[in-house]
């Protein structure tokens, strides 16, 4: 107890302080993963980059091909680098901001070496394959269990800490950190409803249009609850710290809050405009997502706002120049995303090079320049010491700010170029481009996209040297004293007090209304879909999977053909010209998951099935560029060699029962006979093209799926004509 004495804000009496130390140890933790996983995220992104205008980088094995480093990449540089930073900067700020050490030290050890076990088990699964097809969401059964008890150990020390903090209001960071907290555990525990075949194999519990619709309520708001709301949490703590000004406004700072969560909860079903997800779900997704631009730029000109009469600093201090760019990144994103929602917008660019551009300008600018503000503003602040050398963190911000440009503006034109070649016509009213031509037109732009991806990740190898020399020079404060008062069983309120303050003063109740906030969105969205059947009308001639395209199903989900293809043909001239006709709700009640995809490096697949022998996708896969010349797309001659495992067959067969689909009872203990069956008609095919494929090959499982897909909705256009 110390001498020191502060007044009441019961009775103006002085009361002792209490001495404290907040724990730096786990933020300089945190610090260290946030920098080592961001240089193996970047690396990992670099890498696939690379292969998309050169082919031989995919090495021809399993575990470097683009559709297994793509989600490595994409985890790594969300949950490994993003992650570990938002716990870097609220572990710092939070036991700053209560006046109080972490709650426990222990709990902090946990989730620390929980979340790297969980990035590590990430890593090498998705790299042997283990994936559940679901982007941003690809980590199998166990791993999300081990997620679900790590987040809420983090949880259970947030709240420890602010139920025994020493300040009575919860500052606007605060806020966003229990939002953040309430809506990912959602999220998560939503969209990971699976069923487990085996320990690393499952799938999900919903099915075409009801999958997507979840997967994507679940990846739009992962953007928007773990890349931003905790990251507006820290801006607002390490920005007018680090310009050492008061928040620009604190009515701001509410409506940006509960509008931000409320809203963007909704805006989901705008990733599936013109699919065929029912038009009501789309039309909500529009008008919410346009609604965002409001609550999203109150926080931006908040942020910025906060510097007005500080310009001079900004200038000279680099720290504050990567937070204005990050800001204005935040700014620029969240008005181009509104703006793709537009279904005349979104008819040009999804699906295209312009939606990576797009959501790099939030990942490199928004997430990666806070970053490295918050950690240049930690480091010599724990370690007490000033920073090595400001002149290289401002040779690492312009290196850094070309870098971003050189990478997203390419990729601009590259998607505008793609649109335009997708959908032109000749006079006569043929296609003028095939597909092939699309892709290799922008080689020049994916190279230089590689271009600023490098100077951005040189930037990150100077900042690692400029913490490395200050950390050298300093000395770790792994307890740093503080002292304040204890914080009164009884607050009263001097005069009249802003109705916000109660909340703030209530983080139990700050917990309850954010979680109804964030789910009314999700209930009123998602459940209609499952209740009212005529959101996804059956068609009569659509028929479960044979085993053997079941298992070839599977294998297309672990190899990542996802990443690069869709299975969804939007209802424009063109996509019907170049595709086939379009996309049904019907054709997918029994894709657990669905395959609609995000981006076309690729041709749509939903109507492969029929168009080509099957030698023709032997020699595809084995060589693309044998079929397809110039085509950047990965071999895979590994599947030639692997046997497939048809002693998982019953237990999968017996896991689609479960979740609805109409195998015959007892189904399971036959499967396999009809598997063999239909492997050796595509053997004997094969052999007819001097093509010697053994029938347990698990190309041959693929070759059966790819020609299924699309079949069921030409039989029912075949089964109408026939009737007419």
Not at 275 to 294: K, R
Not at 561 to 577: G, K, L, N, W
Not at 608 to 630: A, C, L, T, V
Request: aromatic share 16%; net charge positive; charged share 15%.
């Amino acid at each position: 107890m110390s001498a020191y004495f502060t007044p009441s804000a019961l009775n103006d009496q002085p009361v002792a302080t209490e001495r404290f130390y907040y724990d730096n140890k786990i933020v300089k933790m945190f610090v260290y993963a946030t920098l080592f996983w961001g240089v193996v995220g970047m690396l990992a992104g670099l890498f696939a980059s690379i292969q998309l205008f050169f082919p031989a980088a995919n090495l021809d094995t399993a575990a470097t091909s683009f559709g297994r480093v793509r989600p490595v990449h994409t985890n790594a540089v969300i949950f490994a680098f993003v992650g570990n930073g938002i716990f870097m900067g609220v572990y710092y700020s939070l036991q700053r901001l209560c006046k109080a050490r972490m709650f426990s030290d222990k709990l902090s050890k946990i989730h620390f070496w929980g979340w790297q076990l969980i990035i590590v088990s990430a890593a090498i699964t998705l790299l042997m394959g283990y994936t559940t097809g679901k982007e941003y969401a690809e980590l199998e059964w166990p791993i999300d269990i081990a997620i679900t008890i790590v987040w809420v150990v983090f949880g259970v020390n947030m709240f420890g800490t602010i139920l025994k903090r020493r300040e009575s209001h919860l500052y606007v960071a605060i806020w966003f950190y229990i939002a953040t907290w309430v809506t990912v555990a959602m999220l998560h525990i939503v969209n990971s409803f699976e069923l487990p075949v085996s320990f690393f194999k499952s799938y999900s519990w919903y099915a075409g249009v009801q999958d997507a619709l979840v997967q994507w309520w679940y990846g739009h708001n992962a953007v928007a609850f773990f890349l931003t709301t905790p990251y507006l949490g820290l801006m607002y703590y390490f920005l007018p710290k680090a310009a050492n000004r008061p928040v620009y406004s604190y009515r701001l700072s509410i409506v940006h809050f509960w509008a931000l969560i409320f809203i963007y909860i909704w805006a989901g079903p705008h990733h599936l405009l013109y699919t065929a997800l029912p038009d009501w779900a789309q039309s909500l997704g529009v008008v919410f997502s346009v609604m965002l631009i409001a609550p999203s730029w109150g926080g931006m000109l908040n942020g910025l706002f906060t510097l007005r009469g500080a310009w001079d600093k900004v200038r000279e201090d680099p720290i504050l120049k990567f937070m204005v760019v990050a800001v204005t990144c935040y700014g620029m994103a969240t008005f181009e995303g509104p703006m793709l929602s537009l279904k005349n917008v979104n008819a040009i660019a999804h699906f295209t090079d312009w939606i990576i551009a797009h959501v790099h300008v939030g990942a490199l600018g928004w997430n990666g320049f806070l970053t490295f503000g918050v950690i240049y503003w930690i480091i010599p602040k724990i370690f007490k010491t000033p920073l090595y050398s400001k002149k290289l963190a401002n040779t690492h911000f312009w290196i850094g700010t070309i870098g971003i440009v050189l990478y997203v503006v390419p990729l601009y034109w590259a998607g505008f170029t793609q649109s335009m070649m997708w959908k032109t016509f000749t006079e006569e009213g043929q296609l003028k481009f095939q597909f092939l031509e699309t892709v290799t037109n922008i080689l020049p732009e994916y190279m230089a996209r590689s271009t600023g991806g490098t100077l951005y990740l040189i930037g990150v190898f100077i900042m690692i040297y400029n913490v490395y020399k200050t950390i050298k020079a300093g000395s770790l404060v792994a307890d740093e004293a503080a002292e304040a008062a204890p914080l009164p069983k009884v607050i009263k309120a001097h005069g009249k007090e802003h109705w916000h303050r109660w909340i703030e003063r209530k983080p139990v109740q700050m917990l309850v209304f954010s979680l109804i906030a964030v789910a009314i969105g999700g209930i009123l969205e998602i459940v209609p879909t499952f209740l009212i059947k005529s959101n996804v009308p059956t068609i009569a001639s659509v028929k479960p999977y044979t085993p053997l395209e079941l298992q070839g199903r599977d294998i297309y989900v672990r190899e990542g053909c996802y990443t690069c293809h869709s299975q969804m043909i939007r209802p424009f001239r063109d996509e019907v010209a170049r595709y086939g006709e379009y996309s049904k709700a019907g054709e997918f009640i029994y894709d657990h998951p669905f395959q609609w995809g995000s981006k076309r490096t690729g041709p749509d697949l939903a109507r492969i099935g029929g168009k080509y022998p099957d030698s023709w996708h032997y020699n595809h896969m084995f060589d693309p560029r044998s079929m397809s010349p110039g085509s950047i797309m990965p071999s895979y001659p590994w599947l030639m060699d692997n046997k497939l495992d048809t002693g998982s067959t019953p237990a999968k067969i017996r896991a689609m029962q479960t979740l609805g689909v109409p195998y015959a009872p007892g189904y399971d203990l036959q499967a396999n006979t009809d598997l063999i069956a239909q492997a050796n008609k595509i053997k004997a095919d094969l052999k007819k093209d001097k093509l010697n494929a053994p029938a347990n090959s698990e190309i041959i499982a693929l070759i059966a799926y790819l020609q299924r897909v699309g079949t069921d909705i030409k039989a029912e256009s075949k089964q109408v004509a026939e009737n007419k």
